[in-house]
């Protein structure tokens, strides 16, 4: 079902939505790449931030990333990952 549901939600090279109709085979594979929202100086400092809810996600990420070498990692807020990359 969750399959389905992100199916319907996928655009295909022509955009267009992917429809059932479109489905060959006996299996379809989908890839779900993760995103991150990270609110710098929104509710708590950016500080603050950065300790609370950041700085776990590239410890965590890490050692998954090493024991899956076809796992990727994307980040968007820059400014987070050049101050853990300039802490380790």
Known sequence: LLGLLFLFCAINAHGRNITL???T??????????????DPGWLI????????E???I?????????????YKFT???MAYMHRWWEEV
């Open 21 to 23: 109709e479109d489905i």
């Open 25 to 38: 085979g006996d299996h379809i594979t989908i890839h779900m790449v993760t995103h991150t929202h990270d």
């Open 45 to 52: 400092t950016v500080d603050q931030y950065y300790v609370q």
């Open 54 to 56: 950041v700085e776990w």
């Open 58 to 70: 590239f410890y965590t990420m890490i050692p998954i990333l090493a024991d899956n070498p076809t």
């Open 75 to 77: 980040y968007v807020e």
